[in-house]
């Protein structure tokens, strides 16, 4: 195996060839990281803790600071969630409605309202909430979704469906809370 060499300056304009030897380093202003420590490395080329924190994996936080993974996935029997380390958050859930028929002035509602659910992870504040009705299948059955009642940290809030026209065919509500984990 043949010692890689450095050039060493020698006095005025010259320089000498060497072996390289352990607490060498290459200066980051000649393409190195001016260390002989990864940490070093790292602190030189001005990579913050993101440079060793794994991608995915479980968020967490001392203090308000981050100190685990930058993204935290999971699901359970209530939905889906993804936390980020900034301290963000977003749940999401899918819940069917079998009718929307009972009529409320000039549209149809599904009747009393629905909720609350619980969220797949908790907030730390009350989140923001949105409610999306929908049908996957057929262009005239649309409805809409609308808020009766607001969440808590742990659980939907409430809310109704509705149309133009009585229907007792399946309909469903996606809803997508965003909020923080920690604040």
Known sequence: MTTPLKAVAAGGNSAELREWVAGDFLP?????????????ARSNLGLGAAAVAAILGTVSQSGGVPTGAIFQTGSNANGEFIRFAS???ICSRSSAVTSISGAAGSVFVNGAALGPYS???????????IYIG????GAANHCWAAAASKGSTSQSGTFQLFRASASSENFYVEMIAIGRWFE
């Open 87 to 89: 301290g963000w958050q």
């Open 28 to 40: 980051v202003a000649n393409g190195g990281t001016g260390a002989t420590t990864a940490a070093a």
């Open 134 to 137: 929908h049908k996957f299948d």
């Open 119 to 129: 969220w797949a992870a908790a907030f730390s504040s009350i989140p923001r909430e």
